[in-house]
Every structure is written in structure tokens, then in C-alpha cells.
């Protein structure tokens, strides 16, 4: 890698102070930047866990209050996730939904190998995908060969949204997974575990996966070599 | 912990802790390495502009509603499956299989009942009206014997009518005779008409009526 900076957008108004945790419950909290983490289970982790298998087991039974608790500690990251692969609301809530449907016919096979969420999020992700494959065959047969990728749709305006467009575009460009990986760690703050069982792979592929999307990530923001000559 | 720039991806990808400190101690000597990691920093800090936490109030209710309806489509599958012990075992697929293999029966039965098998039942008819057509055909014969044996015990008085009386019998025989000669020869061509076989059978009768007046008035 070489040392010319990256010319993203927020370069000049982002400071280089390591990151907060990620401030999105229980699940979204993890050790930064490592994840390794000395000793057994933590207490915290242990409730995690059992209350997990509460929420498995009251979805089973069927109770719609258990499905509600769980929107409620998930449903707008969920959303986000959805919005991030999908490039629109519309399509996010639309496969949010489907989401929880899915969850309500198929929670009697749920064997409780990896936490309930995270099956969840796997529902999530794979659901996502579908109404991408979807959308493109519908576009096949519209015979609107026009754009491939789906068309991110203005969100609410944000700090950098200059920053935000540019990123939505470069993931846009890696593989299914490094950009999975990518909006999981980076944007929804799961851990490397978590992930690894949302997208079926160990989590030394998962941590690959991720170094690799910044990697191209980092290669696409950059500006060509010549003007970041002239900038220094 | 001593670190040096050849580290620095390593670190990246699956640094421990206490490997970041000593790779941001070391970026704080080397140029190089304060880039790299800055920017490397800079894309987590990016990503958090991917996150919009805000929630739609219209949202829940809508999950809420469908969760609903499909746990009552749920609970109706369940009743229906405990009144009906035999479907569950079946698949959509084999029931509606299952059902159009009834539909083909019964319509081959229908079918089977109401247009009965061609060859046979032609036969049968066939075998009916030829017995039908013989019993009249000899009831005819027979019946044109006896008029037969009349007509000879008449056939004097017709043949030298004493009165005018009898050359009208006699006439009115001759045409009786044309009209059931012209008869016979449309039943012969078509056997089966129930209809010239009644007019045939009047005129016999008609004819028998006329013998009986002639014997009748010989007899005064």
C-alpha cells in the first residue's frame, strides 16, 4: 500500500482517533479494535445468550409479543442493513418483513446451533439477495439493461453525504461478501463471530473478507496517483 | 512490543490490542505508517454515515398485521388438519394430483354410463328391432291369410255382382287392394317405420270390414 492519502471527502474533517464502539445494543457492542478478549464469557455475554434463547423460544410459541421485542432491538438496524444492500426503503422494509415471515414459518426448524439473531440476520441477508435477483430478472425481462446494481435512492441528508454517495458506489463494486462483511463490522458493528455465522463462513475468512473490501475500498476512493502528487 | 511497517497489514486484518497500540506508537515515527493508518481509520468512520437508525412508526403495525394473518392461516391449516387426519400426509401437489385423477373418473364413469359402449348396444337394438319387425311381419302374413280366406268366400258375388251394391264393394276392394299393395311396397323399404305399418294395418282392417259387409249381404 502506498502513502499517498486517501482524497475521500471527509479526509480533511475526520480525526484519526480509534472509533467508538458500535452503539447498537448488546449485539452491536465488540472489543476495538481486536476482538480477542481474555478469559471466558463475560457476564454481559451470558444474558446475551439466554435471553436469546427466551426470545427463540417465545417466537416458537408463538407470541407476537416476542416478534415486537425483537423488532425492537433489531428492527431499524435490520432496515439499515436491508437499505445498505438494496439501495431503497421501500425494498428494505419490504424485506424486512419478509424477514420476520419467514422467521414466524420456519422458527420450529430453528435448532438453536448459531443465537437466534443471528439466524435471524442470516434470514435477513439471504432475503435481501432473493429480491436483488429478483429485481434483475425483472429487469431482464423489462429488457432494462440500463444498470445492473441497484440504484441508491436519497436518504435522510447526512454529516458527509458527498462521503456517503462515494462509499454507497464503491460497495457497489466489491464481491457479495467483502461488501456483507464490510456493512456488517463497519456500518452495524457486529462482531467477526456474529457475522461468521450470519454468513456461513469461519471468522478468520470473515476478518479476510473485510480486510480485503478496505482494501478495495481504499483503492477506489483514492484519487488517481498523478493528482495526489500535485495535492502534496 | 516493537512493530515495524512490514507488520502493518497483519495488523490490519487481525491485530490483538495491545499489536494496534504498538503499530499507532509506531505510525507516530513513521509517516508511511500514520497515513496507512489514518486512512485505514478513516473507512470505519466513513461507514458510520451508512447508518440511518430511523424508525418508521407505520412499520411495526405493518409487520405486526401480516405476522397476524399468517398465524391465523396458520391456525386454520391446523384446524383443517385435525379434522382431516388423511391430508396432512399430502403435499399440495399430490392433493391436487389426487383430485384430477377423481375428476378423470368420474368423468370416464359418466361417460361409461350414459353413452354405453357402441358395438354391443348397436347390437342389441338391432337384434330388437328384428325381432319387433318379424313379430309383425307375421302377424301380417297371418293376418292377410284370413283376409285371404274372406276374400274367396266373397270372391262369387264380387266377381258377378247381382246388385249394384256389390260392384261397389267390388271397387271399393280393387282400391283397397292398390292402396295396401302400394304400402307394402314402402315397408319393404323401409321395414322399420312404425307409421306405414299402422296405415298398412288399417287398410287390412278396412279391407276386412268390406269383405264382412259382402258376406253379410249375400247372406240377405
Known sequence: MGTMGLALPWKARISSTPREPAAAGRWGRRVEPSEQIAGGPSAAAVDATSEDAALAAACRSGDLRAYERLYAMHGVRMKNLARNVLGNPIDAEDAVQETFLKVQRSIASFRGQSSFVTWTYRILINTCYDARRSRLRKKEVANDDSEETPRMEPRAPGAHPTLRMALERALEKLTRHQRDVFLLYEVEGFRHAEIAGMLEMTETASKNTLFQAKKNLRLMLEPPRSSAAETR | ?220
Not at chain 2, 3 to 30: L, P
Not at chain 2, 84 to 102: E, I, K, N, R, V
Not at chain 2, 174 to 199: F, K, T, Y
Request: hydrophobic share 40%; charged share 25%.
Open chain 2, 1 to 220: 512490543m516493537n512493530v515495524t511497517c512490514s507488520d502493518r497489514d497483519r495488523i490490519f486484518e487481525d491485530g490483538t490490542a495491545a499489536e494496534w497500540a504498538a503499530m499507532e506508537a509506531h505510525a507516530a515515527s513513521c509517516p508511511v505508517c500514520e497515513e496507512e493508518v489514518r486512512a485505514w481509520k478513516s473507512l470505519s468512520v466513513a461507514a458510520k454515515e451508512l447508518r440511518d437508525y430511523s424508525d418508521s412508526p407505520s412499520f411495526w403495525p405493518r409487520i405486526e398485521r401480516a405476522l397476524a394473518e399468517e398465524a391465523a392461516r396458520n391456525a386454520q391449516r391446523a384446524e383443517h388438519r385435525k379434522w382431516s387426519p388423511f391430508l396432512p400426509s399430502f403435499s399440495p401437489a399430490w392433493q391436487t394430483a389426487f383430485a384430477g385423477a377423481l375428476v378423470l373418473v368420474l368423468t370416464i364413469s359418466g361417460w361409461l354410463i350414459f353413452h354405453p359402449t357402441g358395438p354391443r348396444v348397436e347390437n342389441d337394438k338391432s337384434l330388437l328391432q328384428s325381432s319387433a319387425l318379424k313379430e309383425v311381419e307375421s302377424a301380417e302374413t297371418a293376418y292377410e291369410l284370413a283376409i285371404d280366406k274372406l276374400a274367396a268366400e266373397a270372391k262369387p258375388q264380387l266377381e258377378n255382382p247381382a246388385t249394384p251394391l256389390f260392384a261397389n264393394y267390388y271397387e271399393k276392394l280393387l282400391v283397397l287392394d292398390s292402396a295396401i299393395a302400394d304400402l307394402r311396397a314402402q315397408a319393404g323399404m323401409n321395414p322399420s317405420n312404425a307409421q306405414l305399418r299402422h296405415e298398412l294395418l288399417a287398410m287390412y282392417q278396412e279391407k276386412q270390414q268390406t269383405l264382412q259387409e259382402v258376406l253379410e249381404a249375400r247372406q240377405q
